[in-house]
Nanobody
């Protein structure tokens, strides 16, 4: 079983910065994709950014140039550096890990979520 533990959320003023972290533990194959999604009340969960074990990244248009995703494969940890935060970035942020199950099938694990609030 894989567990994802997020940290780093909180309240920040518009224009400020936050850094989210997510540590994965358990049976994890070396080839995987980690990422961040976010969700606000009444809206569907949306992709924020992903990063492969090889370092390839993908960002939602709404965060390009402001957010940076990175990872430390030795710690199975993914980070999301969020700069120039806007009120519309307010959401619960979820960490994800896409990998293979012990049976070879694709599986996605989710963290418990961490609240990010951007407000003056």
């Amino acid at each position: 079983q894989v567990q994802l533990v997020e940290s780093g959320g909180g309240l920040v003023q518009p224009g400020g910065s936050l850094r989210l972290s997510c540590a994965a533990s358990g049976r994890i194959f070396s080839i995987n994709v980690m990422g961040w999604y976010r969700q606000t009340i009444g809206k569907q969960r949306e992709l924020v950014a992903t990063i492969s074990s090889g370092g390839s990244t993908n960002y939602a248009d709404s965060v390009k140039g402001r957010f940076t995703i990175s990872r430390d494969n030795t710690k199975n940890t993914v980070y999301l550096q969020m700069n120039s935060l806007k009120p519309e970035d307010t959401a619960v942020y979820y960490c994800t890990l896409d990998t293979k199950s012990r049976y070879g099938s694709d599986v996605r694990y989710w963290g418990q979520g961490t609240q990010v609030t951007v407000s003056s």
